[in-house]
């Protein structure tokens, strides 16, 4: 699986647009972008993924550029509650091979902080 | 509610008394899995479960036995604890054919 790398921390004020840079320079053409998240000492969740367009769904946006090096997790209108740690995750994903057991490598993430 | 259910949340044991956490989903997935996290180690995965009966080792195995015996369960024994496995750990599923885990709230394990 390719290296991310994030930021370690961001601040982002309440109402305003969270946005979250990752770098995978070293992606492969059949490697997808996971982005989870972390509140404090709760279990990661699922945020969105994608491959090589943009996807939308009804937690953020997923802008991936179009060399595929980079990519941005858009947070459209960030609450106190969206303060977590988010985990930037590029991997094979082998979905519809019987079979497929490789399993999410988490880094050290960003560290979002949404201000009142 | 579709959940995956982590028994205890909380847990201080002595070293050597073997325990176990238990893990059950109720979403039919097949996938399951078991991590650690630990401060400045990020989440390690420790054993993983593609389907009843069908088990293998993580990044950090050591110290641990799982079992697979229904599709719902996956739990998590520690044979002889020792305070080097003193973490938090999650347990996670996802459904073949679709990309999202879902993850367990987790329990904090404190062996001294």
């Known amino acids: 699986d390719a290296k991310t790398t994030q930021p370690p921390s961001m601040d982002c004020a309440e109402g305003r647009a969270a946005n979250l840079p990752c770098n995978h320079s070293t992606i492969s053409g059949n490697e997808y972008v996971y982005w989870y998240r972390q509140i404090h000492s709760q279990g990661p969740q699922y945020i969105i993924h994608g491959l090589k367009n943009n996807e939308t769904n009804e937690m953020a946006s997923l802008i991936i550029t179009e060399d595929r090096k980079s990519s941005t997790l858009i947070l459209p209108h960030a609450t106190l509650r969206d303060t977590a740690v988010y985990y930037c995750?590029?991997?094979?994903?082998?979905?519809?091979?019987?079979?497929?057991?490789?399993?999410?490598?988490f880094g050290s993430g960003t560290q979002l902080t949404v201000l009142p | 509610e579709a959940q995956v259910t982590q028994n205890p949340r909380y847990l201080i044991t002595v070293t050597g008394k073997k325990l176990t956490v238990t893990c059950s989903q109720n979403m039919n997935h097949e996938y399951m899995s078991w991590y650690r996290q630990d401060p400045g180690l990020g989440l390690r995965q420790i054993y993983y479960?593609?389907?009843?009966?069908?088990?293998d080792k993580g990044d950090v195995p050591e110290g641990y036995k799982v079992s697979r015996k229904e599709k719902r369960n996956f739990p998590l024994i520690l044979e002889s604890p020792s305070p080097n496995q003193t973490s938090l750990y999650f347990c996670?599923?996802?459904?073949?054919?679709?990309?999202?885990?879902?993850f367990g709230s987790g329990t904090r394990l404190t062996v001294v």
């Open positions: 995750i590029v991997r094979v994903e082998a979905v519809l091979l019987q079979g497929s057991a490789r399993q999410l490598t």
């Open positions: 479960s593609m389907n009843v009966e069908v088990t």
């Open positions: 996670a599923s996802r459904k073949q054919g679709v990309y999202g885990y879902t």
